[in-house]
């Protein structure tokens, strides 16, 4: 999280808006956090997008373009590698943001099947927090342990490696424990 990887698909697709390619954008439904028809950075910067609820509705839909963007990758249905594969191979421009790793620190979802298949991985990082190192894990600040939960600064933290393995090492806090 924080790192830019909406903001980098933004930039890569309004390059190819540009270049006069047809694009169109899709993000998973479950992706409401700041707009229900864009992509949207932390910046608020934003860019319209089609919101599909299943790998099988992005095949239907991003038939005919030249360049398609998945924004949140990592919330699509295993379905999804199969589904790029098959616009790749038709001859589109498939660009994919996504988180490789949840909070926990474990794969995210297909994200690492869609790099295994992808030519081209670029991995962003943000700064930690705490040190101002490059963070490579997302820290979820407050305790539901559940897969999904989205959110933003308020709920999460970029952290590095050291920080993460540091805060995974501690116990877990309980409420009304005595400090």
Same mark, same amino acid.
Request: aromatic share 6%.
């Given at each position: 999280?924080?790192?830019?990887?909406?903001?980098? $698909?933004?930039?890569?697709?309004?390059?190819?808006?540009?270049?006069?390619?047809?694009?169109?954008?899709?993000?998973?439904?479950?992706?409401?956090?700041?707009?229900?028809?864009?992509?949207?950075?932390?910046?608020?910067?934003? $860019?319209?997008?089609?919101?599909?609820?299943?790998?099988?509705? $992005?095949?239907?839909?991003?038939?005919?373009?030249?360049?398609?963007?998945?924004?949140?990758?990592?919330?699509?249905?295993?379905?999804?590698?199969?589904?790029?594969?098959?616009?790749?191979?038709?001859?589109?421009?498939?660009?994919?943001?996504?988180?490789?790793?949840?909070?926990?620190?474990?794969?995210?979802?297909?994200?690492?099947?869609?790099?295994?298949?992808?030519?081209?991985?670029?991995?962003?990082?943000?700064?930690?927090?705490?040190?101002?190192?490059?963070?490579?894990?997302?820290?979820?600040?407050?305790?539901?342990?559940?897969?999904?939960?989205?959110?933003?600064?308020?709920?999460?933290?970029?952290?590095?490696?050291?920080?993460?393995?540091?805060?995974?090492?501690?116990?877990?806090?309980?409420?009304?424990?005595?400090?």
């Amino acid at each position: 999280m924080f790192s830019g990887k909406t903001e980098e $698909l933004i930039r890569r697709a309004k390059r190819a808006q540009i270049a006069k390619l047809r694009v169109q954008i899709f993000k998973p439904g479950i992706d409401t956090r700041y707009a229900d028809d864009a992509v949207v950075t932390h910046d608020r910067a934003s $860019l319209d997008c089609q919101v599909v609820e299943s790998s099988d509705q $992005l095949h239907l839909l991003a038939a005919g373009y030249d360049v398609v963007g998945i924004d949140e990758a990592q919330f699509m249905d295993e379905g999804i590698v199969e589904v790029v594969n098959a616009l790749a191979n038709a001859g589109t421009r498939v660009i994919i943001a996504g988180l490789d790793m949840d909070f926990a620190g474990k794969p995210f979802g297909p994200m690492p099947q869609l790099m295994a298949v992808a030519e081209f991985v670029t991995k962003v990082h943000a700064i930690c927090v705490r040190t101002g190192e490059l963070a490579h894990y997302s820290h979820r600040l407050e305790g539901n342990q559940g897969t999904i939960l989205l959110g933003d600064q308020t709920v999460y933290e970029p952290v590095s490696r050291a920080v993460f393995t540091q805060i995974q090492s501690q116990p877990p806090h309980v409420p009304g424990d005595l400090d």
